[in-house]
């Protein structure tokens, strides 16, 4: 499960936590390095370069174009890393180095040092477990459901492979998710206990707002979920005019906070507020797929279709219209969040995502398309038939051979082997989808490229780690059968 990074969005990300764990305010070396160039009087001056995903702000300093969100989460990490780069040794680059691509000095320092922060999706990704765990189990009121939605979650969706990434994807639909969670348990608690309802309506406001410091593009589900809160809470519960303005405020006030965070920062580092660091990269900032490519590549295309690296949403669609009947403001407000994100990702310009595992632009909207799975486990005539179980058994058993895939390579260095001309193959070929080309490597015997030694090496306590992997994944598929109705009474 990862233990290093991978792409080059991550290096820039982790840059940025370092100096900020620095005191160096977000400032980073760029990927491009800096160059000896000889001036006019024939002196040497060290200049910099404009790396992959920076732009040079104020006083000649690089700054990354993404959100300072997950980095500043991530401080602890790169501290926990420095120490453990104290007790590292030469005789640790063994274990430690990875023959893969990196984008960063190949040292035993460089390697300890990302460590711990390539673990940080991962916590990420159990938290967000537990959240649909809890979201599903008051939804459906069942906690059978619960236990089930989310092990499927972790198991046989993207989330898989992505838990061992670097990438704010994770970070950013877990805001999301928890800012909904959030107002859903203010509209439960209102009744009874007003002030936890506001203190909810506070943390759901901070939520979405953190959410847009970590990705600007977490603002499109802003609608959705205050769709939600217009329909459960506002028509509701709020009688007053007053009472209707504090409930505004008490969630408003912490989102337009980090929004303005947003601005002040982009002031201070490029000298206006609207100025961003995607405004200097080559793509810039621009809305030219059209619509009918980026929701064909995102849905049906055989190198991003949602449904193709997490087979289970495929009953997700179903699964929405069981919630409308169940709770209508809920699925009105998931539903105009997933619709408006799809729309949005669909007509930016680099919707595909580079290189990575499966449709990434649109990660956030799995944990709230995983909801929609609950009535599987949650309504009595469902999986009552045999046909039904198997049927399911094999979706489930496709998502999580797929993401094992993910898990088993490195989608970076699939990509590192194929020619330029033809990494948009991957996209729509079925010939170039990533599980194909992941599993080719995996069966031409280039284990080096597969699993970093500090899982194949020597140390039986680092193989047995690598063991427990699949023993929880085992554990995981077993307790979702135990949780399958073997009898029903209708």
Request: proline share 5%; hydrophobic share 50%.
């Amino acid at each position: 499960m990862g233990g290093h990074l991978y792409s080059p969005d991550e290096e820039i990300l982790f840059r940025t936590a370092e100096s900020f764990a620095l005191g160096r305010g977000g400032a980073i070396e760029p990927l491009g390095g800096v160059a000896r160039v000889l001036n006019e009087r024939g002196e040497v001056e060290i200049k910099r370069e404009q790396g992959f995903a920076t732009r040079q702000g104020t006083g000649g300093q690089e700054y990354a174009q993404y959100g300072i969100g997950q980095p500043l989460l991530a401080v602890p990490l790169v501290w926990s890393g420095k120490v453990f780069t104290r007790v590292a040794s030469d005789s640790m680059l063994e274990v430690l180095h990875i023959d893969g691509l990196q984008y960063h000095e190949r040292t035993v320092r460089s390697y300890a040092l990302r460590l711990p922060a390539s673990r940080f999706n991962q916590l990420i990704t159990a938290l967000t477990a537990y959240l649909i765990y809890l979201l599903v189990g008051h939804l459906y009121q069942n906690r059978r459901a619960a236990i089930a939605t989310a092990l499927i979650y972790v198991s046989a969706t993207l989330a898989l492979p992505h838990s061992k990434t670097f990438f704010t994807e994770p970070l950013a639909g877990l805001c999301a998710l928890g800012s909904f969670g959030l107002l859903v348990r203010s509209t439960h608690l209102w009744a009874s206990d007003r002030a936890r309802g506001k203190s909810a309506l506070v943390y759901s406001g901070f939520l979405l707002g953190y959410g847009i410091l970590t990705r600007l593009d977490t603002v499109m589900f802003a609608p959705g979920i205050a769709l939600f809160g217009y329909l459960a809470l506002w028509r509701g519960h709020l009688q007053s005019a007053s009472e209707k303005w504090r409930v505004l405020l008490s969630w408003g006030i912490p989102l337009a906070g980090c929004v303005c965070v947003v601005f002040v920062l982009n002031a201070i580092r490029f000298g206006s507020p609207l100025a961003s660091g995607y405004s200097d990269q080559p793509e810039g900032v621009q809305f030219s797929t059209p619509l009918w490519i980026g929701l064909y590549g995102f849905l049906f295309s055989s190198g991003k279709s949602l449904f193709l690296f997490s087979p289970p949403l495929l009953l997700a669609p179903i699964g929405w219209w069981k919630l409308r009947q169940r709770n209508i403001s809920a699925a009105a407000g998931l539903g105009v969040c997933v619709l408006l994100f799809l729309l949005f990702q669909a007509k930016w310009r680099n919707w595909e995502g580079g290189w990575c595992w499966g449709p990434r632009h649109i990660f956030q909207i799995t944990p709230m398309l995983a909801l929609c799975l609950g009535w599987l486990f949650a309504e009595p005539k469902v999986l009552a038939k045999a046909w039904q179980r198997i049927g399911l058994t094999v979706i489930i058993t496709a998502g999580l051979l797929v993401n094992l895939l993910g898990v088993a390579a490195s989608f970076i260095d699939v990509y590192s082997k194929l020619p330029t001309q033809d990494h948009v193959r991957t996209l729509f070929e079925p010939l170039y989808t990533l599980p194909r080309l992941h599993y080719l490597l995996m069966t031409h015997g280039q284990w080096d490229l597969l699993i970093p030694r500090m899982l194949a090496g020597p140390a039986p306590i680092l193989r047995a780690a690598a063991c427990m992997v699949f023993v929880v994944l085992g554990i995981s598929v077993w307790g979702l059968w135990k949780t399958w109705p073997r009898k029903v009474e209708c």
